[in-house]
């Protein structure tokens, strides 16, 4: 029996987080060639990722530059996978999400008429400014693919309004799979300061910010509001560990060296992340997969953004966005600082993102497409 080839593509840290596990379940089926290629869009954050999951690329593009244009990244992704795709002629590309190398990779794909899986398909925020540019890239993408795997019903909801009906799964995001497999209880952490922390009689937040959209006066504005924090809330310890990108390196080192109780600290590998955000009182971000995994951790969330999406977790009250304006973010986090009941209101599980069983749905869902199934996968929370 001839295998099918399905080739996973990805660059970025949260790209490889989400598909580490699938690239695994896929090498786990007799019926697949899996083949793995990088655009390292990311460097040290894709190899950290790619260390922890002990997943060894096929291809790797080795793309990243310091501060690369979207135009860059985009070109020389597409350029690099015509190569790619021509020697290793797979059956099926795997894209992942709404960045530059997931639109790149689709794009390729499509023109040497290689079908496309979008995993996670279908998340809108019908802004095109925000995020910039995923909202578009992954737009784009669900126009180019010929599968989507959607983790939540109101993804696939979004993907109907588009007329977008034939090949659309609904399986969970792939992030639940990968948190279940790195929180343990005994962590111990590689920086010093994690684990000199104490948990319990202080309030850790958490903090990450690095989009685009962001940079500049948001930025300003958020990193402001983070200071004020520590400042009005001895009783705080706030750990950021800062994206590579220069421009958010610049910001946060600007703004918020120098105090006692703020920790910037290098990127964490994603076991250290997922331990930390386990341990902590409180999540303050922009990232898309920090809303994610908080919840299922029962973590409360203030989103640093004007919109999300990924309402889900809002809607379960868990999640809660905090916008970009200094004030608001300082009144909004210092209501969950001093208000036990407002916290507790927020601090529940919430598991509306996945159950850690999306990987296998893919996984069955490919197989069915090519007809190597007799069924469809069940769906996420059928
Ligand atoms: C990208 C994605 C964004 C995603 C984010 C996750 C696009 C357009 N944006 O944004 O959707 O949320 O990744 O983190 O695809 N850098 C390093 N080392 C690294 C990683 C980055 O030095 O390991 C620096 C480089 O100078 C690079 C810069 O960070 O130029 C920005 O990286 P880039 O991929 O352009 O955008 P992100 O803001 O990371
Ligand atoms: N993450 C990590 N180390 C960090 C910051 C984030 O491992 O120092 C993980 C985080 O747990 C999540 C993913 O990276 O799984 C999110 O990536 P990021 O915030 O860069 O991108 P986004 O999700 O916003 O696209």
Redesign the pocket.
Known sequence: MRKVKVMTVF????EAIKMAPLALELAKHPEFDALCCVTA???????SVLDIFHLKPDYDLNV?????T?SA?TSKCLTGMDGVLESAKPDLVLVH??????FAGALAAFYHKIPVGHVEAGLRTYDKWS?F??EI?RKLVGTIADLHFCPTPSNRDNLARENITQGVFLTGNTVIDALQTTVIKEFAFGEAILNDLDYVNRKVILVTC???ENYGQPMTNIMTALRRLADAFPDTELVYPV??????QEAAHQYLDGHPRIHLIA?LDVREMHNLMARCHLVMTD??GLQEEAPALGKPVLVLRRETERPEAVEAGTVRLAGVEEEVIFRLASQLLSDRNEYDKMAHSANPYGDGRACRRIADAIAWHFGLRDTPPEAFGA
Request: glycine residues 8%; without cysteine; proline residues 15%.
């Open positions: 660059g970025t840290r949260p869009q990311h460097r040290e954050m894709l190899d990243m530059q310091p501060r690369q979207l990244i999400g709404d960045t530059s190398t997931t995020p540019p995923e890239n690095h989009r685009r994206h590579l990108s220069p421009v958010v990127p990232s898309g």
